[in-house]
């Protein structure tokens, strides 16, 4: 059987970004992923039955370290002769890429789920960029998880269009729609939530979902809700997921609006957030950049409306005024307005309601998108 080895920068990513997916692949090749060590690396052996190796790598610029990751993936596929290295998330893809081009591995796939670098100025941009290039030029074949994402790339002109490929219509893994549904969860969960969280039956609630950082807008998020909150005393908003301060710090003023508004409920990260999506009425999602963001697809999935900026990916699966709507990007004050929409809106709220779940089933199934990437390896 041949061998396909899955890369990721922390173990996190290859056990949710891509739950399932190594799983539904061992039936057509050895699979081995690859990550740095810790005990989700142990979870991704039980729960998807692979072999894993433990490679260390970080997220921020670290020469050094950095080139031991290469010498030791080198090491790996020339034990191991994989068919294809597939990589994820941008430290994976840079040292992966080259050290599977030195070790002669055939096939060398990278999927770009977001740029970072989009966010960056000066030195620091121009430096991002060059590496981004010699990770594509790395590359055998490069694929972008949404269309804006492939558009962006051209118009940096990282890659020619023929090294290009995005599978089904965008997304790295689907969804799985049988999981995220809104009626798994029960009545009287959602009444211990509410209860928990301070919720009245009059609420709407607005909720977050994701890291609980500058890129992903919650400095406009936290601005924009607390001057609405002044007049609308009948709405929550929950901010659901991680802090990084160390990498992505949100502003001071921010962190004192999330300790003092009462109608803010910062629930940090939670490791089924089907109850607390149950519980809310609109995603409000205003992040500067992504790939393809599985929140919004989690969450339309589950019939809830969706504020998202318009960026690539948030784009594609929003249609605007159709299951949700669509802003300009840190726009403080067109977030502040969508979300007094949703609140003085409920029928259109509603409308919005019936095509969130069906256009999730029609586009992004998991099963869709695994069979798509599928496709793709047999075809190498």
Partial sequence: MQKLIRITTIPSSLRTLLKGQHRFMSDHYEVIGIASQNDSLVEVR????????????????????????????????????????????????????????????????????????????????????????????????????????????????????????????????????????????????????????????????????????????????????????????????????????????????????????????ATGVQKDIRPYVAVSHVLAFPSYREGFPNVVLQCSCMELPCIVSDINGCNEIIEHEVNGLIIPVKQTEALKEAMQFMIDHPDKRNEMIQHSRSRILERYKQEYVWNEILTLYQSL
């Fill in 46 to 265: 039980q729960n998807e039955g692979i072999r894993t190796y433990a490679v260390e790598m970080t997220r921020t610029i670290t020469p050094l370290k950095d080139l031991k990751a290469v010498i030791k993936l080198y090491r790996i596929f020339k034990k191991e002769q994989p068919f294809i290295v597939h990589t994820h998330t941008p430290k994976a893809g840079t040292v992966g890429m080259l050290a599977a081009k030195l070790a002669g591995v055939p096939h060398r796939l990278h999927t770009i789920a977001g740029l970072p670098l989009l966010e960056a100025k000066g030195n620091k941009r121009k430096l991002l960029n060059a590496v981004e290039k010699f990770t594509y030029k790395c590359a055998t074949l490069i694929l972008p998880n949404s269309f804006g994402l492939e558009r962006i790339i051209l118009e940096e002109n990282f890659t020619k269009p023929n090294k290009l490929k995005v599978i089904g219509n965008g997304s790295s893994n689907g969804i799985d729609t049988k999981h995220y549904d809104v009626a798994l969860v029960s009545e009287a969960q959602k009444q211990n939530l509410e209860q928990e969280l301070n919720i009245s039956k009059n609420d709407i609630v607005f909720i977050f979902i994701g890291r609980i950082v500058k890129d992903k807008g919650i400095n406009e998020l936290v601005s924009a809700f607390d001057a609405l909150s002044k007049t609308n005393t009948n709405c929550k908003l929950l901010l659901v997921g991680s802090r990084e301060n160390h990498l992505d710090p949100l502003l001071p003023e921010t962190e004192q609006l999330i300790e003092e508004n009462p109608q803010i409920i």
